[in-house]
């Protein structure tokens, strides 16, 4: 099939295809949702370059999914929740940074000098990265959202389109898995 033939197809049938056909059918998407997944991104981050990266972090995950990809609503859909969830992930990672980064200057200026030869503060960093990266993806987007954004448990709920019990839960499970890793160390960390 000629690739002009593929992007007069619905949707539903470039999933089917795209499995099969491969690269031409990909090519078709990209440049169907290309322009729209920039234009959330964008707006949202209000950064050109970081938009971008979203674009192509999206299409790099529908690549190596194509296989078991299951596209039940059309791509429009997917892409868009695609688009939210990895903007809400960056913002969450920068804020998280941030916030990390300031909290640790405070919490290191009322330690007394034996303690901070004791604290490698990237080594701790690093664990707590690794440790926040590991939770489920839910549960991280929840604690991000609260951490690092300041967001409330109603303004998660809305956001995500969970109910608040749901958010109480992920955020519970997140400071379980948080206090088992660091103990009485996490107060320096959230």
């Known amino acids: 099939m000629v690739i002009s033939s593929y992007s007069s197809l619905p949707d539903a049938r470039l999933a089917e295809l795209l499995r099969t056909e491969g690269e031409?059918?990909?090519?078709?998407l990209?440049?169907?949702?290309?322009?729209?997944?920039?234009?959330?991104?964008?707006?949202?981050?209000?950064?050109?370059?970081?938009?971008?990266?979203?674009?192509?972090?999206?299409?790099?995950?529908?690549?190596?999914?194509?296989?078991?990809?299951?596209?039940?609503?059309g791509f429009d859909n997917y892409f868009m929740a695609a688009a939210k969830f990895e903007v809400i992930n960056r913002i969450a990672r920068k804020a998280r940074a941030s916030a990390f980064e300031k909290d640790m200057a405070l919490?290191?200026?009322?330690?007394?000098?034996?303690?901070?030869?004791?604290?490698?503060?990237?080594?701790?960093?690093?664990?707590f990265q690794l440790t926040v990266n590991a939770l489920p993806q839910k549960c991280r987007i929840v604690f991000r959202l609260q951490h690092d954004q300041g967001y409330s448990?109603?303004?998660?709920?809305?956001?995500?389109?969970?109910?608040?019990?749901?958010?109480?839960?992920h955020l519970a499970r997140a400071r379980k898995i948080l206090r088992d890793q660091f103990g009485h160390l996490l107060g320096l960390l959230v």
């Open 153 to 169: 448990q109603q303004e998660i709920a809305d956001e995500l389109g969970i109910a608040t019990k749901t958010v109480e839960a």
């Open 107 to 127: 919490a290191l200026s009322t330690v007394d000098e034996t303690t901070l030869q004791e604290l490698d503060y990237n080594e701790l960093n690093e664990r």
């Open 24 to 28: 031409p059918v990909f090519r078709v």
């Open 30 to 73: 990209y440049e169907r949702y290309w322009d729209k997944i920039y234009i959330i991104a964008r707006h949202r981050l209000q950064d050109r370059t970081e938009a971008e990266e979203v674009v192509q972090d999206i299409f790099l995950r529908l690549w190596r999914r194509r296989f078991e990809l299951q596209v039940t609503k």
